[in-house]
């Protein structure tokens, strides 16, 4: 169902602090982050948002996080976290859940292999 342009949509809590207070040598990553300056609802889905318009809005953040200069160590800090809404580092959830998975198998094959190199050099 299409909202009528003065249907406002219900924005979902948005977590309060967006980025971590983690902080390196240079002050903390996330106070170069560009979204800091743009609209939280971009980054974090509206409820009972239509697929066509969560689609445009991930796309319009994935736009905002291309020229930020920490996009990196944002996406980093989703992954590792692991953050499960929202666009960070210019992936969606579904998109970070994809590169977590890839990254567990990667390492499963690296171990199965210096297990198995282990193996033929004792044998």
Known sequence: MLQLPHQPLQVAAVPTQRTPAREDQAGPWHSEAV????????????????????LSREESAKRVCARCPVMVECREHA?????PYGVWGGL????????????????????AAASADRIAAAG
Do not use: H, I, N, Y
Request: glycine content about 2%.
């Open 35 to 54: 979204c800091r300056r743009d609209e939280a609802g971009l980054f974090f889905a509206p409820s009972k948002e239509p697929t066509a318009a969560r």
């Open 79 to 83: 992954l590792m976290q692991p953050e």
């Open 92 to 111: 969606t959830a579904a998109e970070r859940r994809v590169v977590l998975a890839r990254r567990r198998r990667r390492e499963m094959e690296l171990k």
